[in-house]
């Protein structure tokens, strides 16, 4: 009864943990990974002003090799970022569960990958990802330029690991950044995110 009880107190502080569309997204920092040699920590903050995709990132997970392996997720990065959007791809996988990686392996799976994403930012403890209540990889979470969620949820409509299915998907992160950046309000903001869980 008493582990009962602890796993649904539990199952309630993550739970309650999302933040709601329109709130100020929490600021928080991390060690990170990019291209360069050594990468400055990241810190939320150091970005105001500017739009920012959160994406929760396993590289084994079956839903994202489906838009890795087709290169969808590259296009979507390097589109965006081009755009003046920074994008960030977010590891949460405890030491010892799949996805985990130091910096040193997040910046060889960039390479790998051919990640157009600012950089990998790793959240071992999973207290970033709890913070934000992302359960799935991917999840997304787009921080607009007044540091508010704008949206949270999947990347398109077609829950399924087939890569086929990338090209006749309604993407929701391209149609909420267009809008954004027509300074439009987001249409749908809220989705059901789907992929594996993250590996807390």
Known sequence: MKLLTALLVFSYSFLSQAIEIGQKAPDFSAESAGFEKI????KLSNFKGQIVVLEWLNHGCPFVKKHYGSGNMQALQKKYTSKGIKWF????????KQGHVDAVEAQKQMKEHNSFANRVLLDPSGKVGQLYGAKTTPHFFIVDSEGKMAYQGAIDDQSD?????????????????DELLENKKITLSNTKAYGCSVKY
């Open 161 to 177: 690991t087939n890569p086929e299915s990338v090209k006749t998907a309604n993407n929701y992160i391209s149609k909420a950044l």
């Open 89 to 96: 791809s977010v590891i949460s996988s405890a030491p010892g």
């Open 39 to 42: 990468a400055p920590p990241f």
